[in-house]
């Protein structure tokens, strides 16, 4: 698999300033090992060197924060990991996320097994001296991908992590049919790919100090359908203020094209219900029974045959459900989401030529 650094971490390597008082080259580690023991269990990584032999990083990947959503937790909210016994080999990046296997985009090609049982993280922990050194800032990195395709593993954090001296985090979350499909109401009110990676913050914050991290200086940051859903955590009324304190957009915000009303959302899924031929598609309890005894591979194709608006990757994306009667805030507009509490950094990018629009 190959991996997107380029633009993405050369940027936000030269950004760190804005996010860390504790910016500076590698140091020597007092690590003897690179077994983490935390309340959910243990976690043996891998330890990565310079070529001098120097401890440059150390990394634990395929970190399971939620249990696997299948069954009937399939196309439901996630719910936490349970603790495990023994060492978990948190050694390789976890499964990727179902999606249509001939994702190609940017020269990433995804070639691992997917799977539903997909909901983990990977941690970069550049070398420090833990016991001499002040616990560290974390990033946490949410990919883009329409909502629709990508994965964790795309995304090589190392860099930012060893030249910022930060701890970078990032995630799997669900997409496409089985992360946002909705019936509208309670039977399926979607969103699960969001409620994913809010489970996924809330381990890094209950989690991260075992790894000399600070959770009281967490940044979520993301690039588009990534920067999308970080816009949707800092206006969710349902986040916890403490959760996260910086947030940065990049290419993307909550108010864009990438939603749904609850009536679209509905309508989609009755559609797909027909093509699945479930019996009952105006039920949407008994659609939703049938849905989630249909196999990945029939939904996935099935979700495929439906009708795309211009520039859109899957016929399932977020939907404006808590915040449907306010959902852009104005205090948002204004620069001050939850009342002050929350630091922004944002920005956009448009690719121009001499013919462009951008360019007029």
């Not at 991260?208 to 359908?225: C, L, N, P, Q, R």
């Not at 986040?239 to 009303?261: E, W």
């Not at 104005?330 to 950094?345: A, I, M, N, S």
Request: net charge negative; charged share 20%; glycine share 8%.
């Amino acid at each position: 698999m190959k991996t997107k650094v380029g633009f993405t971490c050369v940027v936000l390597t030269v950004l760190l300033c804005f996010f860390s008082k504790n910016l500076g080259t590698c140091q020597e580690t007092d690590w003897s090992s690179t077994i983490i023991h935390t309340p959910l269990g243990s976690l043996a990584g891998v330890n990565h060197h310079d070529p001098d032999g120097n401890l440059r990083l150390t990394t634990k990947k395929g970190i399971p924060f939620a249990k696997p959503p299948v069954g009937p937790l399939r196309l439901s909210k996630p719910k936490p990991k349970e603790p495990w016994q023994g060492v978990l080999n948190a050694t390789d990046y976890g499964l990727v996320c179902p999606q249509p296997p001939d994702y190609s985009m940017d020269g990433v090609v995804l070639n691992q097994t997917q799977s539903e049982d997909c909901l983990t993280l990977n941690i970069f922990v550049p070398a420090m001296n833990v016991s001499t050194e002040a616990l560290l800032p974390v990033m946490v990195w949410i990919h883009g991908g329409g909502f629709a395709y990508e994965d964790a593993s795309v995304y090589d954090l190392s860099t930012i992590a060893v030249h910022g001296h930060v701890i970078v985090v990032n995630l799997n979350y669900r997409l496409g049919v089985l992360g946002f499909l909705s019936t509208g109401d309670d039977s399926a009110q979607g969103n699960y790919g969001v409620w994913d990676q809010r489970l996924a913050i809330q381990w890094v914050k209950e989690n991260i100090v075992y790894f000399h991290g600070d959770a009281d200086m967490i940044t979520i940051f993301g690039e588009s359908a990534g920067g999308i859903s970080v816009g949707m955590h800092a206006i969710s009324p349902v986040n916890d203020r403490s959760l996260f304190q910086r947030v940065i957009l990049q290419s993307g915000t909550a108010s864009t094209f990438f939603m749904n009303s609850p009536q679209e959302a509905a309508t989609r899924t009755r559609q797909l219900g027909r093509l699945l031929q479930c019996e009952t598609v105006d039920d949407s309890r008994e659609l939703m029974d049938c849905l989630r005894n249909t196999s990945v591979d029939d939904l996935l194709t099935a979700a495929a045959k439906l009708k795309l608006e211009v520039v859109q990757l899957s016929p399932c994306y977020p939907t404006l459900d808590e915040l449907e009667e306010n959902p852009y805030p104005t205090d948002l507009v204004d620069g001050v989401p939850h009342g002050g509490e929350l630091e922004f950094l944002f920005g956009d990018y448009m690719k121009t030529n001499p013919g462009s629009l951008s360019a007029q």
